[in-house]
T-cell receptor, first 112, second 112 residues
Framework: DAKTTQPTSMDCAEGRAANLPCNHS???????VYWYRQIHSQGPQYIIH???NNETNEMASLIITEDRKSSTLILPHATLRDTAVYYC?????????????FGAGTILRVKS | EAQVTQNPRYLITVTGKKLTVTCSQN?????MSWYRQDPGLGLRQIYY???????DKGDVPEGYKVSRKEKRNFPLILESPSPNQTSLYFC???????????FGPGTRLTVT
């Protein structure tokens, strides 16, 4: 699996967009970009994933650069409840064992 | 409501006393797995199961057993717990080949 690099922490004002970057310069053509988050000591929560096109769902948007070497998760209107650790994971869909490899992630602090 | 449940949520036990942490999902998922989370080490996969009666080791299987007799249940068994198994445990499930895994709320285990 390709390695990802994320900032250690970020702050965001409540109501503003939170933009969380992820670098994955060694990503392969068949690897997807997945985002999960973990609110303090709760189970990780799936947010969104994509291959090369930008994706949007009810939680967030995922912007993947044309060369696929980096991506940005966007929470359009961050709330205090979005304070969590956000994990960017690059993975071949259907890979044996379905194991998710979580790095250190980005601690997002949403402040009022 | 689609969910993964774990019991107990909190457990304090003594070295050597056998225990079982239950995991159940109501989404008819074929794939289930167990992770442990420790400070500075992130989430690590213990065991996974691709379907009923099919289980395999993850990255840190020593000291653990699992069984998958029914599709919805995937209990984690510690036959002789030791203090180094003190951790936060998560069960997860998904459709095979998909990375949108659903996690349980976690079980915080303390072995003294």
């Amino acid at each position: 699996d390709a390695k990802t690099t994320q900032p250690t922490s970020m702050d965001c004002a409540e109501g503003r967009a939170a933009n969380l970057p992820c670098n994955h310069s060694t990503i392969s053509g068949n690897e997807y970009v997945y985002w999960y988050r973990q609110i303090h000591s709760q189970g990780p929560q799936y947010i969104i994933h994509g291959l090369k096109n930008n994706e949007t769902n009810e939680m967030a948007s995922l912007i993947i650069t044309e060369d696929r070497k980096s991506s940005t998760l966007i929470l359009p209107h961050a709330t205090l409840r979005d304070t969590a650790v956000y994990y960017c994971i690059v993975r071949v869909q259907g890979a044996y064992g379905n194991k998710l490899v979580f790095g250190a992630g980005t601690i997002l602090r949403v402040k009022s | 409501e689609a969910q993964v449940t774990q019991n107990p949520r909190y457990l304090i036990t003594v070295t050597g006393k056998k225990l079982t942490v239950t995991c159940s999902q109501n989404m008819n998922h074929e794939y289930m797995s167990w992770y442990r989370q420790d400070p500075g080490l992130g989430l690590r996969q213990i065991y996974y199961s691709m379907n009923v009666e099919v289980t395999d080791k993850g990255d840190v299987p020593e000291g653990y057993k699992v069984s998958r007799k029914e599709k919805r249940n995937f209990p984690l068994i510690l036959e002789s717990p030791s203090p180094n198994q003190t951790s936060l445990y998560f069960c997860a499930s998904s459709e095979p080949g998909r990375q949108e895994q659903y996690f349980g709320p976690g079980t915080r285990l303390t072995v003294t």
